[in-house]
């Protein structure tokens, strides 16, 4: 790893560690009540000495978020590769979809509850919900920012329509498809907690509730902390995955700094 990258991850580490003794100091100084904002060593220790009760609550919403997204990734492309090649499809079917989006998601979870009655379901289908969207956009963006001249140059040369979406269109889509993955993954984890507050009786969401419920903020907290390293392994995931798919359209660091 060049030497510039290893400072910078160092930085960022230095910083994160900071902030966590920042909010110990200023916890300790002030005196702030454990009711209003634990010290992150109090939250710690909660998360240490529940986990194996919180356990099977992280895998139910890890498991149940993943469906969601799994779903919502595969919708996402349909859709937006329909949008992105066909004009009369994002005439109709974009403004639905922007209508939709516009709903708060919390409205439509009693919708799901009444549907398919409290549980899982409606948490992977608000999961669906929210993060779809953000693949659609930036799958027909990609799609539609193909240049016009290079089609040409394809059909001249014999290439059919799919030929040109699958050769030239997705590839060329990758970079969005997988920032649009980035943003989607977060969106999903609050889809899932949303829904387990309200219709669930597991999960990290449904936890969080009886936490807030029973005054037990370092345990609220720990929920919000477990939440927060599902979702930042996710996206490194996803970013370490973009890295070697997408190389290609990403500047090296080295190279930049060296400009």
């Given amino acids: ?94 403004p639905l979809l922007i209508g939709f989006s516009s709903i708060p998601k919390v409205a439509v979870v009693p ?16 999961a669906l919900a929210i993060c779809f969207f953000p693949i659609v956009v930036n799958i027909a963006t990609g799609l539609a920012t193909t240049e016009p001249e290079l089609e040409d140059v394809l059909k001249a040369l014999g290439a059919s329509k799919f ?21 989607a993954i977060t969106y999903a984890f609050v889809g899932t907690v949303l829904a387990e507050t309200v219709a669930s009786n597991r999960g990290i969401g449904n936890v969080m509730m009886s936490a807030s419920s029973n005054f037990n903020v ?18 490194v995931a996803f970013s370490l995955i973009e890295a070697r798919v997408t190389g290609w359209a990403t500047r090296r660091n080295d190279l930049a700094a060296a400009a």
């Fill in 1 to 94: 790893m060049p030497r510039p990258e290893i400072r910078q991850k160092l930085a960022s580490a230095g910083l994160i560690v900071l902030f966590f003794v920042g909010w110990e100091v200023f916890c300790v100084v002030s005196g702030m009540s454990d009711l209003i904002l634990p010290r992150p060593s109090q939250v710690f220790v909660t998360l240490v000495q529940r986990l194996p009760v919180l356990w099977p609550h992280i895998v139910q919403t890890l498991v149940t978020t993943m469906i969601g997204f799994i779903l919502g990734v595969a919708l996402g492309i349909l859709l937006g590769a329909l949008i992105g090649v066909s004009k009369t499809a994002y005439d109709t079917v974009y």
């Fill in 218 to 235: 370092p345990l609220l907290f720990a929920g919000l902390f477990i939440l927060a390293a599902l979702g930042v392994a996710l996206y």
């Fill in 163 to 183: 030929d040109i979406l699958w050769n030239v269109g997705l590839p060329r889509t990758m970079p969005f498809f997988f920032a649009s993955l980035k943003v």
């Fill in 111 to 126: 919708i799901f509850v009444l549907w398919f009655g409290s549980g899982t379901v409606p948490a992977v289908l608000t």
